[in-house]
Nanobody, 116 residues
Framework: QVQLVESGGGLVQPGGSLRLSCAASGSTFGIVDMSWYRQAPGKQRTWVAS???????DYTGSVKGRFTISTDNAKNTVYLQMNSLKPEDTAVYLC??????????WGQGTQVTVSS
């Protein structure tokens, strides 16, 4: 079992930056990849970025060049550095870990609001 806890969300002005963290605990052996998703009010959850060992990070088109996903394996933590934030980035951001065999673990989410 893996538990995920996100942090780092908040209110930021357009053009600002935030760094989200997702700390994993429990049995993290066998995690294949780690991802960030987001869900805006009244909309479906959408994929934002993913990272895995030995593969380049991947991003949805709307965040390429602005967001960076990274990991600290020693801390079992995945980060999402978000720069040049836009109002349309406003959403609940959730991290997700996928394990060997396909099981997926989710955090509870952290709210990001981009507004002046």
């Amino acid at each position: 079992q893996v538990q995920l806890v996100e942090s780092g969300g908040g209110l930021v002005q357009p053009g600002g930056s935030l760094r989200l963290s997702c700390a994993a605990s429990g049995s993290t052996f066998g995690i294949v990849d780690m991802s960030w998703y987001r869900q805006a009010p009244g909309k479906q959850r959408t994929w934002v970025a993913s990272i895995s060992n030995g593969a380049p990070a991947d991003y949805t088109g709307s965040v390429k060049g602005r967001f960076t996903i990274s990991t600290d394996n020693a801390k079992n933590t995945v980060y999402l550095q978000m720069n040049s934030l836009k109002p349309e980035d406003t959403a609940v951001y959730l991290c997700s870990f996928r394990a060997i065999g396909g099981r997926v673990y989710w955090g509870q989410g952290t709210q990001v609001t981009v507004s002046s």
